[in-house]
């Protein structure tokens, strides 16, 4: 691409880049880079891996930026942002008739047109960016149905920890409620939103809205700690044998590491600390330790037999948190394609 090649060329001419030549990832990076590293650094907190990943790599790429460039990023995202402010204050008609008297009527429609066609706001959008801690006392003394609602809609990280902080006689009724749940109507939506008193973007399309299922509850317990995980699965089992044993088949937990091949416990093993493998072995029976140890050599099989020995009697909870990094260990390599994990239940041929 040819830099600065029309030396008399204009701001609307062929030889300058202009605001409209570039696309929404390059005016982020522009915006970034103008703020600063420090401001930057809070909003990366906000966004997901893969909205870092690719900002950092349009950072990257960025070339010297002129100030009229700059100007012109930041008037769009101050326009965006006060369109946006006027559409949730009094609804789209409001906001159009405010931005046509500061800025004409085409200017008005082309960004009511940009905002509407690209800021689609899943419903409690303004409850995924609050803090879990917040949330949970915000909606505790919701009935079970609205706070399964809101903990489907949720990534499944900061709902398994609502989950796991919930008084224990609700939680199984959440989670069979979130395992149950099938499709919600807007108009539900709509009504639980306005019991909680929260304005939200109004839904872009009356179509019924997916969310919930077994999938999505068995995505949110295997990251809440093990002794949640246990109570609401034992609680299922007495309410409902069939889901929880639906749940269970498409889950993994720190015994299904017998169900790993020796390779795999091999590589497992390679990324797991010494001392957090003899606190997880502590309470499991001889069939899982005795897995374990035919994946070690002679000599570090019996040095872990004695840390277990020496190690005395341990709290629960650190046995447990001990399994959970171990799960984790095993999640994270199965998703990079290192191992194959295959469920209880399945019958999967690797070739």
Do not use: C, W
Not at 102 to 107: D, H, M, T, V
């Amino acid at each position: 691409m040819a830099k600065g090649g029309a030396g008399g060329a204009t701001a609307s001419g062929s030889g300058k880049k202009s605001k409209r030549d570039l696309n929404g990832r390059q005016k982020a990076a522009i915006f970034l880079v103008t703020l600063g590293s420090e401001i930057s650094s809070e909003i990366f907190k906000h966004l997901r891996e893969d909205e870092i990943e690719t900002l950092t790599f349009e950072i990257a790429r960025l070339e010297t930026v002129d100030s009229e460039e700059r100007d012109l990023v930041l008037q769009e995202f101050q326009e965006l942002m006060m369109a946006s402010d006027f559409i949730s204050t009094g609804g789209i008609d409001y906001a159009r008739e405010l931005l046509e008297k500061s800025l004409g009527s085409q200017k008005a429609v082309d960004i009511i047109n940009r905002l509407t066609s690209s800021l689609q706001v899943r419903p409690f959008d303004f409850i995924r960016r609050t803090d879990p801690t917040h949330l949970l006392n915000f909606i505790q003394q919701e009935h079970p149905q609205t706070i399964a609602l809101i903990l489907a809609y949720l990534e499944p990280a900061k709902a398994s920890i609502i989950l796991g902080s919930l008084q224990h006689e609700i939680q199984s009724d959440v989670a069979k409620r979130i395992a149950t749940m099938d499709r919600t109507s807007p108009e539900v939506l709509r009504e639980v939103e306005r019991v909680l008193e929260k304005k939200l973007s109004t839904l872009s399309s009356e179509d019924y809205t997916a969310a919930g299922g077994v999938e999505s509850i068995v995505e949110i317990l295997n990251l809440v700690d093990r002794s949640t995980e246990k109570t609401i699965i034992e609680s299922l089992e007495e309410e409902d044998p069939e889901l929880a044993e639906d749940i269970k088949k498409r889950m993994f937990v720190f015994e299904d590491i017998v169900m790993l091949d020796d390779r795999a416990i091999q590589k497992v093993l390679r990324e797991v600390d010494t001392s957090e493998l003899a606190k997880a072995l502590k309470s499991v029976d001889t069939e899982v330790q005795d897995k374990i140890y035919r994946n070690m050599s002679k000599r570090a099989a019996q040095l872990l037999k004695e840390d277990m020995e020496y190690m005395g009697p341990i709290r629960m909870k650190d046995v447990e948190e001990a399994q959970q990094k171990i799960v984790s260990i095993i999640r994270k390599l199965e998703e990079a394609g290192e191992i194959v994990v295959a469920r209880a239940g399945e019958d999967e041929m690797v070739v």
